[in-house]
C-alpha cells in the first residue's frame, strides 16, 4: 500500500504531526511494471523552472493566464502560462505549511508557526497569526482570503487590511489529515469540509447555507474512522465532486445543497471529473472511473497500481496522472488506456496537475516545475 498520510490532532494549538508507523510496517508492494508504450497522441515539455523542495501541501492555481505556485522555504512565484516567464516572486519569510491561494492580483500562503502571510504582485501586504496549524491552501476571492484549519474552523479576513470578518468553528474527531482539505468557491457560496461533510457557507457573513455527508466514518478507533474530505474538490457545471478520506466518493448538487451519488471506496487523494466522467485512484494506486450524472462504474484499471499516484486532472480526451517516480501518464478517458508517457526529474508529482490554455503544468517534490503542451 502507498504510504498513509500523516494525521494531525487539532485539539493543540498547533497541530502536532505523528506518522502512523504501524500501518506502514509491512513492506510495499512492489510497483506495477510499465507496459511498453507507443505514443498514440503527441505532447513535449516545453518550458521548467525550479523552486524549493515541495514539504508541504501543495495547491497550484491557474488563473489570468499564469500559473502561481510556493516553494517550501516560503517563495510565492507567478509565471507566465506560455512561457514561463516570471512574472513576479515574493516571499513569506518562513517554512510553509499550506499554499498557495491566489487570485492573479493577491496571493496567499500559510508558515509552518500558523502566520497568514498576504501578497499583492509578490510584496508583502499582510500578516496574520492563526493560532492553528493550516494544511489547506487559503482561498483568496472578492477581496477576501479564506483559511481552513487543522481544528476545520473556517476564518475570513479582509484582503485589504486583514481584519478578521468571521469565524465558523464547529466540532469534530479529535484527528485530521495534515493534508489538503476542501475549501472552494461556488458562485455565492463558500464550499468547505468539514470531516467527511460538503458545506455551503455564506461568505459575506459565515452562516451555513446546506450541509451534505460525503462518507461515512467507520471501524473501531479514531484512524479508522477518519474521513475528512480530500481536496482539491472537483467541479462540473453545479457538481462538485470529491473523496473522503478511506470511506467514498461521492458528488453533490451545490446549487440545491444534495447529494448526488456517493460510493463505498478507499483512498487518500483527490479525484478529477468531467461532465461525463469522475476519475481517482485508490489505496492502491487502482483507478477507477465513475460516470458524472449516476456514480455507475464506467471502468477501472490496475495497469498502474503501486506507483503512488497524484490527484489527476481530466483534460481534452485524456485523464492525467502523475506518480512518485515523476513520470507523468496520460490515459484514454474513454478506456483507461495509455496513450502518452513523459518523465521529469525524479521526483514525486506533488498536487494535482493544472492547466492554462493549452499547457499543463506538473510539480514535483524537488521543486522541478513542468509545463508539458500537446502538438
Request: overall charge positive; hydrophobic content about 45%; glycine content about 12%.
Amino acid at each position: 500500500m502507498r504510504s498513509m498520510p500523516a494525521l494531525a490532532r487539532a485539539t493543540l494549538p498547533l497541530t502536532v504531526a505523528v506518522l502512523l508507523l504501524a500501518a506502514c510496517a509491512s513492506s510495499k508492494p512492489k510497483p506495477q511494471p510499465l507496459e511498453p508504450l507507443t505514443p498514440k497522441i503527441a505532447g513535449r515539455a516545453v518550458w521548467n523552472q525550479h523552486v524549493d523542495d515541495i514539504k508541504f501541501p501543495l495547491t497550484v492555481v491557474a488563473v489570468r493566464d499564469m500559473f502561481v505556485v510556493a516553494g517550501g522555504d516560503g517563495t510565492v512565484l507567478a509565471l507566465e502560462a506560455q512561457s514561463g516567464r516570471e512574472l513576479w516572486r515574493g516571499n513569506a519569510g518562513a517554512k510553509l505549511s499550506a499554499g498557495v491561494g491566489s487570485d492573479g492580483r493577491f496571493a496567499a500562503v500559510v508558515t509552518r508557526e500558523g502566520e497568514l502571510v498576504t501578497f499583492e504582485q509578490g510584496q508583502v501586504k499582510w500578516r496574520k497569526s492563526l493560532g492553528v496549524r493550516v494544511n489547506t491552501a487559503p482561498l483568496v476571492a472578492g477581496e477576501r482570503v479564506f483559511v481552513l484549519g487543522a481544528d476545520r474552523a473556517v476564518q475570513a479576513f479582509d484582503m485589504i487590511d486583514g481584519r478578521k470578518l468571521w469565524a465558523l468553528q464547529r466540532a469534530g474527531d479529535p484527528l485530521t489529515l495534515t493534508q489538503t482539505g476542501v475549501l472552494a468557491a461556488f458562485k455565492d457560496t463558500l464550499v468547505i469540509g468539514q470531516g467527511p461533510r460538503m458545506t455551503g457557507v455564506d461568505p459575506l457573513r459565515g452562516a451555513m447555507r446546506w450541509e451534505v455527508p460525503v462518507g461515512s466514518p467507520r471501524g473501531a478507533n479514531e484512524i479508522e474512522r477518519l474521513a475528512d474530505l480530500v481536496g482539491p474538490v472537483a467541479r462540473v457545471g453545479d457538481t462538485l465532486c470529491a473523496r473522503s478520506f478511506q470511506a467514498a466518493v461521492g458528488c453533490v448538487d451545490a446549487e440545491k445543497g444534495n447529494i448526488v451519488w456517493t460510493k463505498n471506496i478507499g483512498g487518500t487523494d483527490g479525484v478529477a471529473a468531467d461532465a461525463q466522467f469522475v476519475f481517482g485512484a485508490d489505496a492502491s494506486d487502482r483507478i477507477t472511473a465513475w460516470k458524472t450524472p449516476t456514480g455507475e462504474l464506467a471502468w477501472t484499471s490496475d495497469k498502474l497500481q503501486y506507483r503512488g499516484l497524484s490527484t489527476p486532472l481530466s483534460v481534452g480526451k485524456t485523464v492525467v496522472f502523475g506518480d512518485e517516480d515523476g513520470t507523468v501518464h496520460w490515459l484514454a478517458r474513454e478506456t483507461g488506456e495509455a496513450q502518452l508517457r513523459l518523465p521529469t526529474d525524479g521526483g514525486a508529482i506533488v498536487a494535482a496537475p493544472v492547466v492554462s490554455g493549452t499547457t499543463m503544468l506538473v510539480v514535483t517534490r524537488k521543486g522541478g516545475l513542468f509545463a508539458f503542451r500537446p502538438e
